[in-house]
Nanobody
Framework: VQLQASGGGLVQAEGSLKLSCVAS????????LGWFRQAPGKEREFVAR????????YYADSVKGRFTISRDNAKNTVYLQMNNLKPEDTAVYYC?????????????????????WGQGTQVTVSS
Protein backbone atom coordinates (compact mmCIF):
# COMPACT_ATOMS: atom_id res chain seq x y z
CA VAL A 1 0.00 0.00 0.00
CA GLN A 2 1.34 3.39 -0.96
CA LEU A 3 0.13 6.96 -0.59
CA GLN A 4 2.03 9.36 -2.82
CA ALA A 5 1.63 13.05 -2.07
CA SER A 6 2.62 15.85 -4.41
CA GLY A 7 1.97 19.50 -5.14
CA GLY A 8 3.93 21.25 -2.43
CA GLY A 9 6.18 24.19 -3.09
CA LEU A 10 7.08 27.75 -2.28
CA VAL A 11 4.34 30.37 -2.52
CA GLN A 12 3.85 33.91 -1.34
CA ALA A 13 1.34 34.78 1.34
CA GLU A 14 -2.22 34.97 0.02
CA GLY A 15 -1.28 32.58 -2.75
CA SER A 16 -2.68 29.13 -3.51
CA LEU A 17 -1.48 25.57 -3.86
CA LYS A 18 -3.25 22.28 -4.56
CA LEU A 19 -1.94 19.10 -3.03
CA SER A 20 -2.72 15.66 -4.41
CA CYS A 21 -2.33 12.22 -2.88
CA VAL A 22 -2.71 9.04 -4.91
CA ALA A 23 -3.42 5.87 -2.97
CA SER A 24 -2.56 2.47 -4.40
CA UNK A 25 -2.20 -1.15 -3.39
CA UNK A 26 -5.67 -1.79 -2.02
CA UNK A 27 -9.19 -0.50 -2.16
CA UNK A 28 -10.11 2.15 0.37
CA UNK A 29 -13.79 1.48 0.79
CA UNK A 30 -14.98 2.91 4.12
CA UNK A 31 -11.68 4.70 4.61
CA UNK A 32 -11.57 8.38 5.24
CA LEU A 33 -8.78 10.23 3.49
CA GLY A 34 -7.19 13.31 4.88
CA TRP A 35 -4.28 15.61 5.48
CA PHE A 36 -2.04 16.42 8.41
CA ARG A 37 0.86 18.80 8.71
CA GLN A 38 3.93 19.20 10.83
CA ALA A 39 5.85 22.41 11.22
CA PRO A 40 9.43 22.48 12.52
CA GLY A 41 9.53 21.96 16.25
CA LYS A 42 5.83 21.21 16.45
CA GLU A 43 3.73 18.08 16.66
CA ARG A 44 1.84 16.71 13.71
CA GLU A 45 -1.62 18.24 13.52
CA PHE A 46 -4.85 17.40 11.76
CA VAL A 47 -5.81 19.60 8.81
CA ALA A 48 -8.80 18.07 7.00
CA ARG A 49 -10.53 14.77 6.28
CA UNK A 50 -13.19 13.50 3.92
CA UNK A 51 -15.41 10.44 4.07
CA UNK A 52 -15.43 7.58 1.56
CA UNK A 53 -18.58 8.96 -0.08
CA UNK A 54 -17.20 12.48 -0.11
CA UNK A 55 -20.27 13.94 1.54
CA UNK A 56 -18.72 14.54 4.94
CA UNK A 57 -15.74 16.77 5.56
CA TYR A 58 -14.05 18.18 8.64
CA TYR A 59 -11.46 20.91 8.92
CA ALA A 60 -9.17 22.26 11.58
CA ASP A 61 -10.35 25.68 12.74
CA SER A 62 -7.13 27.24 11.50
CA VAL A 63 -7.88 26.35 7.87
CA LYS A 64 -11.67 26.63 7.68
CA GLY A 65 -12.79 28.85 4.84
CA ARG A 66 -9.38 28.71 3.18
CA PHE A 67 -8.75 25.02 2.48
CA THR A 68 -11.01 22.58 0.63
CA ILE A 69 -10.62 18.82 0.64
CA SER A 70 -12.05 16.60 -2.08
CA ARG A 71 -11.57 13.09 -3.40
CA ASP A 72 -11.94 11.16 -6.63
CA ASN A 73 -12.49 7.49 -5.82
CA ALA A 74 -12.15 6.48 -9.45
CA LYS A 75 -8.59 7.77 -9.26
CA ASN A 76 -8.00 6.83 -5.60
CA THR A 77 -6.93 10.40 -5.09
CA VAL A 78 -7.53 13.00 -2.42
CA TYR A 79 -6.90 16.69 -2.96
CA LEU A 80 -6.32 19.69 -0.75
CA GLN A 81 -6.95 23.06 -2.33
CA MET A 82 -5.24 25.69 -0.21
CA ASN A 83 -6.15 29.34 -0.77
CA ASN A 84 -5.15 32.53 1.00
CA LEU A 85 -2.08 30.81 2.39
CA LYS A 86 -0.36 32.29 5.41
CA PRO A 87 3.23 31.94 6.64
CA GLU A 88 1.92 29.87 9.56
CA ASP A 89 0.71 27.27 7.05
CA THR A 90 4.35 26.42 6.36
CA ALA A 91 4.86 22.74 7.15
CA VAL A 92 5.36 19.31 5.74
CA TYR A 93 1.95 18.04 4.68
CA TYR A 94 1.10 14.34 4.94
CA CYS A 95 -1.84 12.46 3.50
CA UNK A 96 -3.41 9.64 5.44
CA UNK A 97 -6.01 6.92 5.07
CA UNK A 98 -7.85 5.88 8.21
CA UNK A 99 -10.76 3.54 8.71
CA UNK A 100 -13.82 5.63 9.38
CA UNK A 101 -14.14 9.27 10.31
CA UNK A 102 -14.15 9.37 14.09
CA UNK A 103 -12.66 12.45 15.64
CA UNK A 104 -10.60 10.49 18.13
CA UNK A 105 -8.94 8.53 15.34
CA UNK A 106 -8.20 11.54 13.22
CA UNK A 107 -7.67 14.59 15.37
CA UNK A 108 -4.97 13.33 17.70
CA UNK A 109 -2.42 12.92 14.95
CA UNK A 110 -1.53 9.48 16.30
CA UNK A 111 -1.19 6.32 14.23
CA UNK A 112 -3.71 3.51 14.77
CA UNK A 113 -3.73 -0.06 13.49
CA UNK A 114 -4.84 -0.08 9.88
CA UNK A 115 -3.80 3.50 9.18
CA UNK A 116 -1.77 4.36 6.13
CA TRP A 117 0.46 7.39 5.72
CA GLY A 118 2.09 8.98 2.74
CA GLN A 119 5.43 10.66 2.58
CA GLY A 120 5.32 14.38 3.17
CA THR A 121 5.32 17.25 0.74
CA GLN A 122 6.81 20.57 1.82
CA VAL A 123 4.70 23.71 1.71
CA THR A 124 6.52 26.97 2.36
CA VAL A 125 4.65 30.27 2.50
CA SER A 126 6.74 33.42 2.41
CA SER A 127 5.56 36.71 3.88
Amino acid sequence: VQLQASGGGLVQAEGSLKLSCVASGRTFINYGLGWFRQAPGKEREFVARISWSGDTTYYADSVKGRFTISRDNAKNTVYLQMNNLKPEDTAVYYCAAKLGMSGSRWESGATYAGDYWGQGTQVTVSS
